[in-house]
């Protein structure tokens, strides 16, 4: 399917839509279901063989168990098992590895300049809404925490650098996207990095996911996923996890200054980017249209609305009430 074929909600049916996307947005409900009793079940197993020992602490043996990746690996396994049957007989199943256009150096220099430039806007975004809620008595600082901490065990850092970023491409930019597809590809661009975005079930992270999701997207659709998936990992292990490595030496002040530095000359790349190729960017933006009847549709579907309350509810959540 070309990247540039407009889809008019009128050329399907309403019911089609909501169907379509009531199976993917439930196959990614059952998957985080997956996952969620997965590593309950492996917490509490390890909670039943270690409650004898005379030093045993819960809340102690908790942040531990919370450090550690293997559950999670375990459970997206499972979850990524479940996935292949449930959509064995669906047509995104054959267009997962589905190779586009080559990619060339230049190409992926300018897509990686793009993705990372997300981070300042992390960085921008999460410091406007911690303000934001602190001025009514709460914060949100506990969730950008969560969303920019490290890894402290080798099974997290595998799970966070690696298998997580293969897996989420593989079920947002392969069965998700794909799955949206026969409606249009920028739909399903679109649609992923919405579903990809809200999946993070944390305010600030879920906006953070929604913008990269785009770039993911486009890049899968117009590439291949494994270059989706390199650029996941150069996010997640390069950025996220060896940088920060390498700067555990220097000074907080020192290590923010570095990181904000790095943001801002991806940002400023990207912006110098965008002057220099205004006039066909705005050619292009012209022709990018999503026909919203199809949107509205889409967006009427329950399994759909299910997933939006549900990760929201985690999102909201995480906020938290300032001391008096």
């Not at 997580?164 to 739909?187: D, H, L, N, Q, T």
């Amino acid at each position: 399917m070309s990247y540039d074929i407009p889809i008019n909600v009128k050329q399907w049916n309403k019911k089609e839509i909501r169907k379509n996307t009531g199976k993917l947005v439930r196959g990614v409900l059952i998957y985080e279901l997956i996952m969620f009793v997965t590593i309950i079940a492996d917490i509490t197993r390890r909670i039943i063989m270690n409650s004898r020992n005379d030093d045993f602490n819960v809340d102690t043996f908790l942040d531990k168990a919370s450090e550690s990746g293997t559950s999670s690996i375990i459970s997206v396994f499972l979850g990524l098992v479940f996935l292949f049957v449930y959509f064995r007989k669906s047509d995104c199943l054959k267009r997962i590895f589905y190779t586009g256009d080559k990619m060339t150096g230049r190409s992926f220099l300018i897509l990686l300049t793009v993705f990372m430039s997300a981070q300042a806007a992390f960085s921008l975004i999460g410091g406007g809404m911690e303000l934001g809620f602190n001025q009514f008595g709460y914060s949100i600082l506990g969730e950008i925490e969560d969303a920019s901490s490290n890894s402290s065990t080798v099974s997290m850092l595998l799970y966070a650098s690696f298998i997580g970023p293969v897996s989420e491409e593989i079920i947002f930019r392969g069965f998700v996207m794909r799955g949206f597809e026969k409606y249009g590809a920028r739909y399903a661009v679109v649609m992923s990095a919405v579903i990809f975005g809200l999946f993070h079930g944390n305010l600030i992270q879920s906006i953070f996911a929604g913008l990269v999701g785009l770039v993911l997207g486009y890049t899968a659709m117009k590439y291949s996923i494994k270059w989706a998936v390199l650029l996941h990992i150069i996010n997640n292990f390069v950025f996220g996890e060896l940088l920060t490595r390498l700067l555990s030496g220097m000074s907080e002040s020192m290590q923010s200054i570095v990181l904000y530095g790095i943001e801002g000359a991806f940002l400023a790349g990207t912006v110098v980017l965008m002057l220099m190729n205004k006039t066909e960017i705005r050619e292009k933006m012209k022709g990018i249209k999503i026909d919203r009847g199809l949107l509205g549709v889409t967006f009427t579907s329950i399994w759909l609305l299910i997933f939006i309350i549900f990760q929201l509810a985690q999102g909201i959540s995480g906020i938290e009430k300032l001391p008096v």
